[in-house]
């Protein structure tokens, strides 16, 4: 079973900034998507932002030009850098990966990982 740790989350006034890392315990190049999504008290789950299938990278409106999504397979790690917070970006944020794919039997095969979220509040 694949576990995602999610890290770096915390309280941050209007304008600062966040590094928030995920550490897998597979390798990641099991991996097919790997990104970020939060949760904010009352709302949907939503994406943040995301390392597609095949590489390219997705970031949802809101966070366009503020964050930026990177990852280390050495370190079996991937980040979310948070700039130019704002009070509506507090929320949970959670990091997942799946990874997809056809069993030695041809069987076609789909997991789902996620990390417990680690807390973000914009606050002064």
């Known amino acids: 079973q694949v576990q995602l740790v999610e890290s770096g989350g915390g309280l941050v006034q209007p304008g600062g900034s966040l590094r928030l890392s995920c550490a897998a315990s597979a390798s990641m190049h099991s991996f097919n998507e790997m990104g970020w999504y939060r949760q904010a008290p009352g709302r949907l789950r939503e994406l943040v932002a995301k390392?597609?299938?095949?590489?390219?990278?997705y970031y949802a409106d809101f966070v366009k030009g503020r964050f930026t999504i990177s990852r280390d397979y050495g370190k079996n790690a991937f980040y979310l850098q948070l700039n130019s917070l704002r009070p509506e970006d507090t929320a949970v944020y959670y990091c997942?990966?799946?990874?997809?794919?056809?069993?030695?039997?041809?069987?076609?095969?789909?997991?789902?990982?996620w990390g417990r979220g680690t807390q973000v509040t914009v606050s002064s």
């Open positions: 997942n990966a799946d990874s997809r794919g056809v069993d030695q039997d041809l069987q076609p095969y789909e997991y789902d990982y």
């Open positions: 390392f597609t299938t095949s590489g390219s990278t």
